[in-house]
C-alpha cells in the first residue's frame, strides 16, 4: 500500500510553497495552467488525499460533538445520553461517544484522539480517577487549543467552562428533611461515591439537615465509601445492630443494596425502616417496596448540556463567557418511605 503524501513533502519535492501546492489542488486561478498541472499530477502519483476532517474542523463543519461519560452501566448516564442526542438531531449534529471507565488515562487518550479534527466540541462527565486526584490539565490544554467543553455532573471549578450540574447540597437537604418529617431520628448516610465531587455535596446536605433540626449525627451510623465492594462489606454489618430507622443513600448501588440488605434482616419497609436514595435506574421502580427516589432528570441535563455547547459552536463571539446551569431535582415517593400524614 502507498504512503500518502502530505502538502509540505509535494511542496517540497517540487521546489514550490505549501500554499502554492495547497491552491493549485484546489484549481485556484492564482496558479498558472502549467504549474498547476505538474503539482495535481504529482499529487496523484504520491497517493495525496485531502485531510476532509482537518478541512471541516478549520471550516467548523464537522457538526459532530464528542462526548466522553464514565460508566456506561450508570443508568443516570444513559439517560443523560438521551437528552444530548435529542437536541443533537435536532441541530443537525452527531454524537460520538467515548466510554473513560473511570480511568484517567482513557479520558486523556478519548480527549486527544477526537481532538484531532473529528468533533467541534466535548460534553463531558470527569472520571473518578482524574477527580480522586485533582488532575484536570488536560481539559484546560483542549479548551485552551480552542476546543470548547461543557461539564456535567462531575464538574470542576478549576475548568473554566460551561457546566450543568444538579442542586445535590439542596436536595440532600431536603431528601433528609423529609425522612426527619416523617419521624426518622436515627438516619444513617450510606455512599459508595465518597471520592466523587457529587457525592461530597449530598454528604454535606445531609449534616446540614441534621444540624438545622438539632440532630447529633451519629458515626455509627455512617458509611462513606468510594466503591461499590468496599460499601457492600462496611453497611452489611449496621444492619445486625437495629439502630437506624432511616437510610439516606447518595447513589444507585448504595440506594438498591440498602433496601436489600435491610430486607434481609428483617426490617419492615416502611413501618419500621425508611428509605430515601438518589437513584434513577429501573430497579428503583422494581424493588418491592418501591423505592422513594431523588430523581436527577437526566435527560433534561443532558439536553441542556448540549444546547450550550452547539451555543457556543454556533456563537460569533471571539471570547466566549460561561455559566452554569442548576437543574432542579425532584423526591419521588414511593413505597419505601410513609405518607406525610
Known amino acids: 500500500m502507498k504512503e500518502k503524501a502530505t502538502l509540505k513533502q509535494i511542496a517540497k519535492e517540487l521546489h514550490v510553497s505549501v500554499s502554492t501546492v495547497s491552491k493549485a489542488l484546489n484549481n485556484s486561478p492564482e496558479i498558472s495552467e502549467p504549474t498547476k498541472v505538474r503539482i495535481q499530477e504529482y499529487a496523484k502519483l504520491k497517493n495525496y488525499k485531502p485531510n476532509i476532517i482537518g478541512l471541516n474542523l478549520k471550516n467548523r463543519k464537522t457538526?459532530?460533538?464528542?462526548?466522553?461519560i464514565p460508566n456506561i452501566l450508570n443508568h443516570f448516564f444513559a439517560k443523560v445520553f438521551s437528552g444530548i442526542e435529542k437536541v443533537a438531531e435536532a441541530k443537525g449534529y452527531n454524537v460520538i461517544t467515548c466510554i473513560s471507565n473511570e480511568?484517567?488515562?482513557?479520558?486523556?487518550?478519548?480527549?486527544?484522539?477526537?481532538?484531532?479534527?473529528?468533533?467541534?466540541?466535548?460534553?463531558?462527565?470527569?472520571?473518578?480517577?482524574?477527580?480522586?486526584?485533582?488532575?484536570f490539565s488536560h481539559f484546560k490544554n483542549i479548551i485552551s487549543e480552542g476546543?470548547?467543553?461543557v461539564m456535567f455532573d462531575r464538574v470542576s471549578e478549576e475548568v473554566a467552562c460551561d457546566k450543568v450540574i444538579v442542586d445535590d447540597f439542596d436536595s440532600a437537604i431536603d431528601a433528609?428533611?423529609?425522612?426527619?418529617?416523617?419521624?426518622?431520628?436515627?438516619?444513617?448516610?450510606?455512599?459508595?461515591?465518597?471520592?466523587?465531587?457529587?457525592?461530597k455535596l449530598r454528604a454535606k446536605g445531609y449534616f446540614k439537615a441534621l444540624e438545622n433540626s438539632g440532630?447529633?449525627?451519629?458515626?455509627?451510623?455512617?458509611?462513606?465509601t468510594d466503591s461499590a465492594e468496599d460499601f457492600d462489606k462496611k453497611a452489611a454489618s449496621l444492619f445486625t445492630k437495629g439502630k437506624m430507622d432511616g437510610i439516606f443513600a447518595l447513589d444507585e448501588h448504595a440506594s438498591v443494596s440498602s433496601m436489600k440488605m435491610g430486607l434481609k434482616a428483617g426490617f419492615q419497609i416502611p413501618e419500621e425502616l425508611q428509605v430515601i436514595g438518589f437513584a434513577d435506574g429501573v430497579w428503583s421502580r422494581r424493588l418491592t417496596p418501591s423505592l422513594s427516589t431523588v430523581s436527577q432528570h437526566g435527560p433534561?441535563?443532558?439536553?441542556?448540556?448540549?444546547?450550550?455547547?452547539?451555543?457556543?459552536?454556533?456563537?460569533?463571539?471571539e471570547i466566549p463567557t460561561y455559566t452554569t446551569r442548576v437543574i432542579k431535582t425532584e423526591l419521588r415517593q414511593r413505597d419505601s418511605t410513609r405518607k406525610l400524614a
Open 103 to 135: 480511568s484517567l488515562d482513557k479520558e486523556v487518550h478519548a480527549l486527544t484522539m477526537l481532538s484531532n479534527g473529528t468533533i467541534d466540541g466535548f460534553i463531558v462527565s470527569i472520571s473518578e480517577e482524574a477527580q480522586k486526584l485533582g488532575e
Open 215 to 224: 440532630i447529633k449525627a451519629d458515626d455509627q451510623l455512617i458509611v462513606l
Open 300 to 317: 433534561e441535563i443532558g439536553e441542556a448540556a448540549a444546547s450550550m455547547l452547539i451555543e457556543q459552536l454556533e456563537s460569533k463571539e
Open 176 to 199: 433528609t428533611q423529609h425522612l426527619i418529617s416523617l419521624g426518622c431520628k436515627k438516619i444513617a448516610l450510606f455512599s459508595s461515591i465518597d471520592n466523587l465531587s457529587v457525592g
Open 147 to 149: 476546543t470548547p467543553i
Open 63 to 68: 457538526k459532530t460533538i464528542g462526548v466522553i
